[in-house]
């Protein structure tokens, strides 16, 4: 089994910055997928970030050019960079790996945007 642990959320105000991370335990290896979700309240989830194995980089428009994803592939982690941060962007944040024909989800860490 697969277990995804994340950490890194917290307060921060209008323009500060955050980095999440989600580190992946139990058997795996590359190539594998990994994707950052959010899900404010009263709305749906909607996705972030991807970053696969390789160099291959989606994020979602109302991030793009403040958020950024990397990985480390010897540490099976995945990191989000958050920069310029927004009220609007107070949400859950949810890690998400694909590997094996499988999916695995993160608990959640909260992200708190506010003055």
């Known amino acids: 089994q697969v277990q995804l642990v994340e950490s890194g959320g917290g307060l921060v105000q209008p323009g500060g910055s955050l980095r999440l991370s989600c580190a992946a335990s139990g058997s795996i290896s590359s190539p594998y997928v990994m994707y950052w979700y959010r899900q404010a309240p009263g709305k749906q989830r909607e996705h972030v970030a991807t970053?696969?194995?390789?160099?291959?980089?989606v994020y979602a428009d109302s991030v793009k050019g403040r958020f950024f994803i990397s990985r480390d592939n010897a540490k099976n982690t995945v990191y989000l960079q958050m920069n310029s941060l927004k009220p609007e962007d107070t949400a859950v944040y949810y890690c998400?790996?694909?590997?094996?024909?499988?999916?695995?989800w993160g608990q959640g860490t909260q992200v708190t945007v506010s003055s």
């Open positions: 998400r790996l694909v590997f094996g024909g499988n999916e695995y």
């Open positions: 970053r696969t194995t390789g160099a291959g980089v």
